[in-house]
Every structure is written in structure tokens, then in C-alpha cells.
């Protein structure tokens, strides 16, 4: 099982709707959830962070936490064209007193107008 | 500055052929991470320094990788015999003291090994 999982998609969503975007995390421990956004040739840009379970929200985007569920998910609303990119979720490993981001493979994110 | 710079942006190299890659973080960023992109989507922690200090190198093939991050130069990631599965986008991210907040990428260097 890998450590941080979302599916690769395309998620393919109408201009104006809502994109859900899913991940969940193996260890438990985990206390810091990021999402970034990279678009193709590009860097990952952080565009949410989240620590307590429940929802945070930001503009356009909302980050939702269950640490019980070991599940983060981002959603997007009002999708444009210009949000179409890959989306990677990442979680703050701190296993050994270190701390690393373990991300995701990605999910890729397409919206049409 | 406001934004992690790293250079070149592009490197080609034959393999066999040592690579050097730089990477100046954030002012008043106190953590440096390295970290491998290949295959478009597959991020692989390399090594992160506290200011100068070695933090985590858990993710380096040390018999040819090594990195390093002195006082008033940027930070650099070396590696020596490149092979060809060494091409791969080296990012290099910071984060302030409390790392909480988050890793801020820069734009990557492109290594290709041929």
C-alpha cells in the first residue's frame, strides 16, 4: 500500500461545477496535510494546508480533514479552465523526528469550458 | 529573496559525467529539501537541512549523491557517475522555522543523462 493515494484521473468536470478531489494517507501519526497544484513543466504550488479535522476554506477551494478516516479531499468551486492542472496531496512526514512531504501521484484535472 | 531560485534550469549530461545543482531557499527560511520529480507525477525525498546541518538524508543513494548547504552560498546537490536513470526535475523547496506552514517549491532544474 502506498503511503499517500489518489487516483490519477483525468477528472473531467464543466466549467462552473465543483471538482472533488480525494487522498488518503497511511500513517496515522500524520498531523499536516498540503495540497499542491502543478501545472505541466511547472513547480508545485501550495495552495491549501490543513491540520484539524473538519473543513478550511480558502477563496475558490475548501480542504475537508477525517483523521479518522485517514481521508483529505479538495474541492474547488466555480471550476475554470485555468484550475485544469495536476493536483498532488501531500502529507507531513514526521516519523523519527524528521519531517518530509510524502506525496501522491497526482490527480489530474481537466476542465472544459 | 521571495522565492526559491534554483539554477540551471536545464543540465545535460553524458553519463559517467558529474551534475551540480544550486539552490538559493527563501530568506529566513531555516529548512531546505530536496526532492527528485520522475516520470511526471512521482516525488521522491532526497535530504533536508536546518540551516547548514544535515537533517534528513534518509532518501539519498549516498555512493553518488551528495549535497551540501553552507553559510552565505547557495545550497547544492552533486552527483557524481550520473546514470541514466538519474534524469529526472530536481526541485528544491524551504519552509520557515515552523514547517507547519508548508515547503515552497522552486522551479526546478531538468537533468537529462544520456
Known amino acids: 500500500q502506498k503511503e499517500v493515494e489518489q487516483n490519477s484521473g483525468p477528472l473531467s468536470v464543466p466549467e462552473g461545477a465543483i471538482a472533488s478531489l480525494n487522498c488518503t494517507y497511511s500513517?496515522?501519526?500524520?498531523?499536516?496535510f498540503f495540497w499542491y497544484r502543478q501545472y505541466s513543466g511547472k513547480s508545485p504550488e501550495l495552495i491549501m494546508s490543513?491540520?484539524?479535522?473538519g473543513d478550511k476554506e480558502d477563496g475558490r477551494f475548501t480542504a475537508q480533514l477525517n483523521k479518522a478516516s485517514q481521508y483529505v479531499s479538495l474541492l474547488i468551486r466555480d471550476s475554470q479552465p485555468s484550475d485544469s492542472a495536476t493536483y498532488l496531496c501531500?502529507?507531513?512526514?514526521?516519523?523519527?523526528?524528521?519531517?518530509?512531504?510524502?506525496f501522491g501521484a497526482g490527480t489530474r484535472l481537466a476542465v472544459h469550458p | 529573496g521571495e522565492e526559491v531560485a534554483q539554477t540551471p534550469k536545464h543540465l545535460v549530461r553524458g553519463e559517467g559525467q558529474k551534475a551540480k545543482l544550486y539552490c538559493a531557499p527563501i530568506?529566513?527560511?531555516?529548512?531546505v529539501f530536496w526532492y527528485q520529480q520522475v516520470l511526471k507525477n512521482e516525488f521522491k525525498f532526497l535530504i533536508s537541512?536546518?540551516?547548514?546541518?544535515?537533517?534528513?538524508e534518509t532518501g539519498m543513494p549516498k555512493e553518488r549523491f551528495s549535497a551540501k548547504c553552507l553559510p552565505n552560498s547557495p545550497c547544492s546537490l552533486e552527483i557524481q557517475a550520473t546514470k541514466l536513470e538519474d534524469s529526472a526535475v530536481y526541485f528544491c523547496?524551504?519552509?520557515?522555522?515552523?514547517?507547519?506552514?508548508?515547503?515552497?517549491f522552486g522551479p526546478g532544474t531538468r537533468l537529462t543523462v544520456t
Open positions: 500513517d496515522r501519526g500524520s498531523q499536516s
Open positions: 530568506k529566513g527560511h531555516s529548512y
Open positions: 490543513i491540520y484539524s479535522n
Open positions: 501531500a502529507v507531513l512526514s514526521v516519523s523519527g523526528g524528521y519531517n518530509k512531504l510524502i
Open positions: 523547496a524551504s519552509s520557515p522555522s515552523e514547517d507547519r506552514r508548508g515547503q515552497y
Open positions: 537541512f536546518q540551516n547548514e546541518n544535515v537533517f534528513d
